[in-house]
């Protein structure tokens, strides 16, 4: 997640920095905790389900059902591994943070992020955490990297260009 924000972030100016809050577990009400639960409650009654199919249909009457097999699946772990450090060699835990916040870094094309393990205060400092600085667009081993940056995403699709998330204009901070 921290590595597609981050490709965002530098995609879209008009955002100064994202924030990610992960929320006490237990303490939040989502829609999408709402939608598992009115599943659940239709399962409960079904004393046997013998397709998978039943499931899309028990889901649908609560929630849309994508198909993964019509949508484009990219690998953006394995992508990440390619360019950021492993997580052990960051200066700060990953597991024990609640906040991050990821900003452009002054090497333009780079990002820094800054792991918080508390919700109200900013001990840390941002890092980078990537492997490499802007060379990495002249190396030979990255350039498939270079062709998804600089290419379409998905062909035949043109309602990709619609824009899901609107920042306000008040204030550059994206928080999720």
């Not at 972030?9 to 303490?27: A, C, D, K, Q, Y």
């Not at 205060?121 to 492997?131: A, G, I, L, P, R």
Request: include cysteine; charge should be neutral; aromatic fraction near 10%.
């Amino acid at each position: 997640m921290l590595s597609m924000l981050s490709k965002w972030l530098l995609e879209n100016v008009s955002v100064e920095r994202i924030e990610i809050i992960f929320p006490v577990t237990g303490h939040c009400v989502m829609h999408p905790d709402r939608v598992f639960g009115n599943v659940e409650k239709v399962l409960k009654k079904q004393e046997v389900i013998i397709q998978p199919e039943e499931y899309c249909e028990f889901i649908s009457s609560s929630a849309t059902v994508t198909n993964l097999r019509d949508i484009i699946i990219f690998d953006f772990k394995t992508a990440a591994q390619e360019v950021f450090k492993p997580t052990a060699k960051w200066p700060f835990k990953i597991t024990q943070c609640k906040r991050f916040i990821i900003k452009r870094s002054k090497i333009s094309g780079n990002t820094v992020i800054r792991g918080e393990q508390f919700y109200k205060s900013d001990s840390n400092k941002s890092f980078n955490v990537c492997k490499f600085g802007l060379e990495w667009q002249e190396r030979e081993d990255l350039q498939f990297y270079l062709g998804i940056i600089r290419g379409p995403s998905v062909e035949g699709n043109e309602n990709l260009q619609e824009s899901f998330c609107e920042g306000i204009a008040e204030t550059p901070v994206l928080r999720i």
